[in-house]
Nanobody, 124 residues
Framework: QVQLVESGGGLVQAGGSLRLSCAAS????????MGWFRQVPGNEREFVAA????????VYADSGKGRFTISRDNAKNTAYLQINNLKPEDTGVYYC?????????????????WGQGTQVTVSS
């Protein structure tokens, strides 16, 4: 069983930056493809970014291109989401997800494991 624990959320002013972390355990991390999703108030959970096993392939939602960067450190069993130039509309709960197959995917249905989420609040 894979466990995922997010951290790094918090309250930040618009224009600021955050780096979210997702620590994984229970399976060899380099065999997990990772994704980040978010749920903003009043909306369905949506895809943000995904990264493959090695970290060489990454995909992003159009809304995050240029401000969001996904990365991973297989030696630390951790995935990251760097968010720059934060906007109030980025406020929400950010979830880390893992899938045991290779390749980057944007659909929630492709992920078998989920973290509990970390709250990001951006003040204007």
């Amino acid at each position: 069983q894979v466990q995922l624990v997010e951290s790094g959320g918090g309250l930040v002013q618009a224009g600021g930056s955050l780096r979210l972390s997702c620590a994984a355990s229970g399976r060899t991390f380099s065999t997990l493809s990772m994704g980040w999703f978010r749920q903003v108030p009043g909306n369905e959970r949506e895809f943000v970014a995904a990264i493959g096993w090695t970290g060489f392939s990454a995909v992003y939602a159009d809304s995050g291109k240029g401000r969001f960067t996904i990365s991973r450190d297989n030696a630390k069993n951790t995935a990251y989401l760097q968010i720059n130039n934060l906007k109030p509309e980025d406020t929400g709960v950010y979830y880390c997800a893992a899938r045991i197959y290779s390749g980057t995917r944007s659909s929630e249905k492709e992920y078998q494991y989920w973290g509990q989420g970390t709250q990001v609040t951006v003040s204007s």
